[in-house]
């Protein structure tokens, strides 16, 4: 690598926020804001928007993207009001960049699993993705917290786990798909989640012509998996 040709870049993607009403007999009646896609059913709200980062002007050059680190942020608090305390009042937030598509069964098989995907699934879950397109996964488990519970069981709602599986593996690709899907079964009240983004500070910069194209190469195989 030519220490002349390396630019040092953070990559970003934003997510609007998403507020949803859930009634006691599990129906979910979204109140989409930004771009997200609702592919809720009874007794499960299930949402996911979809961005892109542009890199189509490196690729042109032959240039890679190396991500050296990951982080994301968000603009407030998770805040759930569902009297129903008979169901799991959990909401999963997950962000998601590839550098390849992936399908909405894949998005929501692996959230209404609870798992990453990238990882050996336990029985019954039909796919699996290998883990090396999947540069940032991050998922929080938000639960309602009894300690500030007001009435009707509304609360601030309190991270309970933080899971990571980011590859931070090497990208080639003229794209990246970033992706946030939240999920959660609470019944009988109502939830709103902030603001987020993504960011991926790295190098771009060129790399040997072989490795370049076996780069290539690996991300079509890759692409054919979805």
């Not at 690598?1 to 926020?17: H, I, N, Y």
């Not at 603009?75 to 550098?99: E, K, N, P, Q």
Request: net charge negative; hydrophobic share 35%; aromatic share 8%.
């Amino acid at each position: 690598m030519s220490k002349e040709e390396d630019m040092q870049r953070t990559l970003v993607a934003e997510f609007g926020p998403l507020s949803w009403l859930t009634d006691r007999d599990g129906v979910v009646s979204p109140t989409v804001q930004g771009g997200y896609t609702n592919l809720s059913a009874t007794n499960t709200a299930l949402f996911y928007e979809e961005a892109t980062i542009d890199l189509s002007g490196y690729a042109m050059e032959r240039k890679t993207f190396y991500p050296y680190s990951s982080f994301e942020q968000r603009s407030g608090v998770v805040l759930g009001s569902f009297s129903d305390a008979t169901a799991i009042r959990a909401i999963i937030d997950t962000i998601i960049v590839s550098s390849i598509p992936l399908s909405t069964d894949q998005l929501s098989m692996s959230l209404l699993s609870a798992n990453l995907p990238g990882f050996t699934y336990p029985g019954g879950v039909p796919y699996r993705l290998d883990r090396e397109p999947l540069i940032h996964q991050n998922q929080l488990t938000y639960c309602h917290d009894s300690t500030i519970e007001t009435t009707g069981g509304s609360s601030v709602y309190r991270i309970v786990s933080n899971a990571n599986g980011s590859s931070l593996e090497p990208s080639a690709a003229d794209k990246l798909y970033c992706y946030r899907i939240v999920t959660s079964n609470a019944k009988d009240g109502s939830a709103l989640v902030p603001s987020a983004r993504v960011l991926l500070p790295g190098t771009i910069t060129s790399e040997p012509k072989l490795e370049y194209m076996m780069r290539l190469k690996r991300s079509y195989e890759l692409a054919n998996q979805v």
